[in-house]
Each structure stands twice: as structure tokens, then as C-alpha cells.
């Protein structure tokens, strides 16, 4: 595919909430994130993505935004924001906002004047509304976030329909004035000086317009409403628009938050004139639940599995365009718990493995903020002390399908959204240094040992690592390839290693991360290679066999010298 600006980029997600309190007040904010970029520049962040700063009622932290135009006072003021870009752009770090266009908060004026004019309201068709049927609802699709996806509308025998939770009613897009007041809004913000957007939930816009049952596939009597609420036929009219009436106009940024895509759709969403830059691919991360929301049906999974879902989901993109990849975000539970099955064995080296593995698949990386310094999930002893509105209907799902309080909090703290949510790790000091006062949700009590100050005195520390890794992608002579050169699989077969290359023309690097505590062998010619990255000082050894011995969680990243004087 043709270069784009956006391939060479590193980018850093930022929860608001969680990332720095400058005025102490519980609640992370936009001058914290000021005050932190010259931290985000030592790391060698390039971009950075905000979570959703509108203005909201917070139900869902933000994706409920009651006011497109103005900023939630939590967060700042708009001279706050104006300020952050200014001053972004002067250390070259470019900002992206958070797009939340397939719903609204209940609390945005549109939806309060549906409310109080429930006949007569002009907003009537810019929310989806559908009489019941025998006083039920009209259809028996459970929503996202638990409950059906429709909620009666006080007064009349009519529902209104919401994919996540109650508070955020999804926009008919059906509707070519809610597309045309979106189309205005999503501009507004570019012209502000953004780079663009990551749009969120994007393939749930289209819905299937008849609004028919399925069978039931929980004791509540209701069906998962994805099969008709997402990437549904008749999208790609809606996306096409979207581009063209905004994104188009602009040299941006789009990141797609786009499940329930088939690989071979990729091609209209990424493709070369597909519709956004790029798309987050969810498959590998959502390895360890059976789908995406069924978290009570665990699987177990191994190292080839995820192997498998990372090289395919690799060769896949490939084929089709450009891809981003992630370890983690604010809906997934932290990597280092995830990947690393053992908890004797999530330490520098597995920490920093995971880092590399990641961040030189061909894609543009994403580093969720907490992840560089190995961040971690922690247990939570009752559902008092859950915040994440999806771990708390999962909670009270879990107990009607007949698990016990003990079970229901055992899944809903492994993967609870919250884990990834908990205040940054400033230093050792209260609250982490996150803020002065009581944070909004519960610390990670490890911050006393896992924070950044401490690992910025410590040069052989996670962070020093992640800093090492993005130098290698970015400044090194293997820059272009590690950016821009195709992916290829090696060792696929192989149960605890996962092995590529990249290669661009005559250059190649091959990367090899030992997903074990134990030493495993591999037939490799050192003599070949230079090395770019090692998260191990001490030198490797060959075993009686001649073969290399990898040693455990041993990431080694090595650039293949130049072929003419060894052929
Ligand atoms: C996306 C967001 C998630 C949010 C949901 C509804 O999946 O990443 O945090 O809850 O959309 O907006
Ligand atoms: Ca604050």
C-alpha cells in the first residue's frame, strides 16, 4: 500500500479519568494530561488518543455524551483543551479525540425534548422508536450492556432502542438530519486542530431494519443483539457518507473501533480507499472469553492458539490494508494478567516480551497508559466496589444463570473493564500521585512497587524497556522495515515461541518471543544477525545440539546483516 503518515506513528491512550488529577479533586483531567507531556515525549509517544472528554453524565465514563460542542467541566474548560493541542503540537504529539456517534446520552437536549414531547417532539426520528408488542418490547434482543435493547418511553406505548446501556440511546441514522448535524459536529472538532478521531462502536450504526426475533440464548428469555445491530447490510452507505462529508475533507486520522467485521469485508474498511485509516482488531484480545460478552463461557486457550488469531489477524490486514495494534485498552483487563497465566511469572522479562511482541506486528502500535510500567488486574472482594456498568450486569447475569456470588465476582474481576481503569501509578507516594484526594475508583495497591518514578531511576525497568522498544521501531536503521516491511510467519507450529519477520525488499528482521519460564531451543545462525533488542544482558548459549537457547520470556529482535557478504 501507498505510505501514510499515520503508519510511522506511536500512539498512547489516555483514560481522562485515571491519568493525572492537577487539581485534586479525585478526578484525572485535561491539564494533567498537559502536565504529563513531557513524559509521554521521553517515552517516545508520537500521538496521543483522548477517551471521550464531551460533556456527560459519566453512566458509561464518557461514551454517554449529553453535549457534542462542550467539554464535561470535570475534565476542563475548552481554553484547557486549545491549551493541550497547542502545546502538543509543539512537541510534535499529535491529539486524537474519542468519536461517540452511534448513541447519545438520555441527558443530551435531544432526547430530554423526546421525554418531555413524547407525540409531538421534532427529535421523534432522531432516536429509534418502535411500539411493543402485547406490552412487550418489540423485539427479544439483549443489549450490550445487559436487558433488553429497548426501554419503554414514559407515557406511550412506544420503546426507544439502545445497543449499550439505558442512558445511551442509539441515533437513527436512518434519519438524514441526525447524519447531517453529526457530519457538522465531526468537523467542528477537526477544525480545532486534532489529528482525528478513534471512532467508537462504529459498526453498530446500520440496523437490521426488520426488527425481527431470534431465538433466545440465555435464561432471560433474550438473544444477543449483535447478529442484528451489527455491520449490517446497508453500512457501508452510511460509512461512504461519513467519510466523505468529513474525514475525506481532512489529512486525519481514523481509527475504527469496528467489531463483528469478516476478514473479508477488511477491504472496504481499510483498503485503499476503505474508510478509515485503520481498524483495531479485537479477536486476539478477546482470546480467553468464548465471544465477546458471553464471559461466563471461559475458554482455555495457549500459546499456539494466540499465535494462530495474531498471525492470521496479521496476514489478514495485510492483505487488505492497515491495522492497529493494541495489548490492551479501557475495555480490556491488563496484559501482563492476561497473557501471562502465572502470577510467579509476570515479571520484567515477561512484561516487556509482551511489549516487543506487540509493537513490531505490521501495524501502528497503541500503548494503553499504565502498560509501559506493567500495570496489573487486581482481585475486588464485593460489587460494591465495581464501577464498569458492564462487570455490574455481568455480575447480576451471572447469579440468574445460577453461579454464585463467589463465581459471579470471580468472572467479573478477571475481565472487568475496571481493571484497566484504576488511577496511573505516578510514585510511591498516597494515591500513587495520581491526585492529593481520594481517586474515583479504587487504587491497584501495587502502586508502592509498580509506578513510574521508581522506573525511571531504574534503567533496567519496564519503562526504560518500552522506551528502548519504540526507539528501535522509529530511529533505528531497521526503522523503515520494522514500519513498513510485510509480515511473515515463523515457527508456526511451535508451542511456546512466536516467531516473524518483517521484510522490506532486501532488509529483514526476525523476532522471536519465548512465551515460557523454561529455555527453549531454536535453530538460529547468530552469526547472520545484529541485535536490535534484547530484554536479556547476559549472553545466550547453545545447547549440545548447536541450537540457540532462548531463555525464559527471552524477547530477541534481530536485523538479518547485509546479505551480500555472507552469500
Ligand atoms: C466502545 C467503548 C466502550 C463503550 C462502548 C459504548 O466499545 O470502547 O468503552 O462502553 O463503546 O460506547
Ligand atoms: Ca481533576
Not at 486524537?96 to 438520555?106: A, G, M, R
Not at 493494541?326 to 483487563?333: A, P, R, T
Not at 444463570?401 to 507516594?429: C, K, V, Y
Not at 508456526?492 to 522471536?512: F, G, M, S, W
Request: charged share 25%.
Amino acid at each position: 500500500m501507498e505510505k501514510q503518515w499515520w503508519q510511522k506513528e506511536v500512539i498512547y491512550q489516555i483514560y481522562p479519568k485515571s491519568f493525572y488529577d492537577s487539581n485534586n479533586d479525585g478526578v484525572g483531567d485535561i491539564k494533567g494530561i498537559t502536565e504529563k507531556l513531557d513524559y509521554l515525549k521521553s517515552l517516545g509517544i508520537t500521538m496521543v488518543w483522548i477517551c471521550p472528554i464531551y460533556q456527560s453524565p459519566m453512566a458509561d465514563n464518557g461514551y454517554d455524551i449529553s453535549d457534542y460542542y462542550q467539554l464535561n467541566p470535570e475534565f476542563g474548560k475548552m481554553k484547557d483543551l486549545e491549551e493541550l493541542i497547542a502545546q502538543a503540537k509543539e512537541k510534535r504529539v499529535k491529539i486524537v479525540l474519542d468519536l461517540v456517534i452511534n448513541h447519545t446520552s438520555d441527558e443530551h437536549p435531544w432526547f430530554q425534548d423526546l421525554l418531555e414531547n413524547p407525540q409531538t417532539s421534532k427529535y421523534r426520528n432522531y432516536y429509534i422508536l418502535k411500539d411493543g408488542i402485547d406490552g412487550e418490547p418489540p423485539t427479544n434482543w439483549r443489549s450490550v450492556f445487559g436487558g433488553s435493547v429497548w426501554e419503554p418511553l414514559n407515557g406511550t406505548k412506544e420503546y426507544y432502542f439502545h445497543s449499550f446501556g439505558v442512558k445511551q440511546p442509539d441515533l437513527n441514522w436512518e434519519n438524514k438530519n441526525v447524519r447531517e448535524e453529526l457530519y457538522k459536529m465531526v468537523n467542528y472538532w477537526l477544525e480545532k486542530g486534532i489529528a482525528g478521531f478513534r471512532v467508537d462502536a462504529i459498526t453498530f450504526i446500520k440496523k437490521d431494519q426488520s426488527y425481527d426475533n431470534l431465538p433466545a440464548d440465555g435464561v432471560d428469555g433474550l438473544v444477543k443483539c449483535t447478529k442484528k445491530t451489527r455491520n449490517q447490510r446497508g453500512i457501508e452507505v452510511f460509512l461512504h457518507e461519513l467519510k466523505k462529508e468529513t474525514f475525506a475533507k481532512y489529512d486525519c486520522v481514523t481509527i475504527g473501533e469496528a467489531p463483528g467485521v469478516p476478514y473479508e469485508q477488511y477491504g472496504d474498511y481499510i483498503g485503499a480507499n476503505g474508510y478509515f485509516s485503520m481498524i483495531f482488531d479485537f479477536r486476539y484480545a478477546d482470546l480467553d472469553v468464548a465471544s465477546g460478552s458471553e464471559w461466563f463461557k471461559r475458554v482455555d486457550w495457549d500459546v499456539l492458539d494466540l499465535k494462530k488469531l495474531i498471525f492470521t489477524s496479521q496476514q489478514q490486514i495485510q492483505k487488505a490494508g492497515w491495522g492497529a495494534t493494541f495489548l490492551e485498552n479501557h475495555d480490556q483487563n491488563r496484559s501482563l494478567s492476561k497473557y501471562i497465566k502465572e502470577e510467579k511469572n509476570r515479571n520484567f522479562y515477561s512484561a516487556t516480551m509482551l511489549g516487543a511482541m506487540f509493537f513490531y506486528l505490521r501495524g501502528t502500535p497503541f500503548i494503553y497508559q499504565g502498560q509501559e510500567i506493567g500495570m496489573t488486574n487486581f482481585t475486588r472482594k464485593s460489587i460494591e466496589e465495581f464501577d464498569d456498568i458492564s462487570s455490574v450486569d455481568q455480575y447480576y447475569r451471572s447469579i440468574k444463570e445460577g453461579f454464585n456470588e463467589e463465581e459471579a465476582l470471580h468472572f467479573i474481576n478477571l475481565r472487568s473493564r475496571d481493571n484497566s481503569r484504576t488511577p496511573m501509578h505516578w510514585n510511591d507516594q498516597a494515591y500513587g500521585g495520581f491526585s492529593e484526594v481520594e481517586p474515583w475508583l479504587g487504587m491497584n495497591e501495587n502502586y508502592k512497587v509498580i509506578n513510574v518514578k521508581s522506573q525511571e531511576q531504574d534503567s533496567n525497568s519496564i519503562l526504560h524497556f518500552y522506551k528502548k522498544i519504540i526507539k528501535v521501531r522509529q530511529t533505528s536503521e531497521a526503522r523503515n522495515c520494522l514500519i513498513y516491511g510485510d509480515f511473515e510467519p515463523v515457527l508456526e507450529d511451535h508451542p511456546t515461541i512466536i516467531a516473524y519477520k518483517r521484510i522490506l525488499n532486501h532488509q529483514e528482521v526476525v523476532c522471536y518471543f519465548n512465551f515460557s519460564s523454561k529455555s527453549q531451543p531454536v535453530e538460529l545462525n547468530n552469526h547472520l544477525y545484529d541485535v536490535l533488542l534484547n530484554n536479556y544482558k547476559e549472553k545466550n548459549t547453545f545447547n549440545s545440539n548447536q541450537q540457540y537457547e532462548l531463555k525464559p520470556y527471552q524477547a530477541l529482535v534481530l536485523q538479518k546483516k547485509e546479505a551480500s557478504c555472507y552469500e
